[in-house]
């Protein structure tokens, strides 16, 4: 089992920059992939980013592809995700997840069912 909490969330100007940090416990590193999703209201939940145990490995959905970018810290058993040039469509909760599952581009990283853990999730706002 993990546990994740999720910080950083909040108000940003459209343009501007937000960086959420991922906090895990329990089970973490070899093995664990991260994944960073969001929900905007009446919306599903949908897939932006995802990160290998060792960092070496990246995927992220074509609406955040360079502007997002994740990254982690195992010695601080801690996920990043930099929000750059930010956009009102970004405005959702966003959700740290852990799966363990090897991340490669057949390991179908995007589905919500691989991760089997969720953190409370964090508010992003974006105003214009």
């Known amino acids: 089992q993990v546990q994740l909490v999720e910080s950083g969330g909040g108000l940003a100007q459209a343009g501007g920059s937000l960086r959420l940090s991922c906090a895990a416990s329990?089970?973490?590193?070899?093995?664990?992939?991260m994944g960073w999703f969001r929900q905007a209201p009446g919306k599903d939940r949908e897939f932006v980013a995802t990160?290998?145990?060792?960092?070496?490995?990246?995927y992220y959905a074509d609406s955040v592809k360079g502007r997002f970018t994740i990254s982690r810290d195992n010695a601080k058993s801690t996920v990043f995700l930099q929000m750059n040039s930010l956009k009102p469509e970004d405005t959702a909760s966003y959700y740290c997840?852990?799966?363990?599952?090897?991340?490669?581009?057949?390991?179908?990283?995007?589905?919500?069912?691989?991760?089997?853990?969720w953190g409370q999730g964090t508010q992003v706002t974006v105003s214009l």
């Open positions: 997840a852990a799966g363990v599952f090897s991340l490669n581009y057949l390991s179908n990283y995007a589905s919500r069912r691989k991760y089997e853990n």
């Open positions: 329990g089970r973490t590193g070899s093995g664990v992939t």
């Open positions: 990160i290998s145990w060792d960092g070496s490995v990246r």
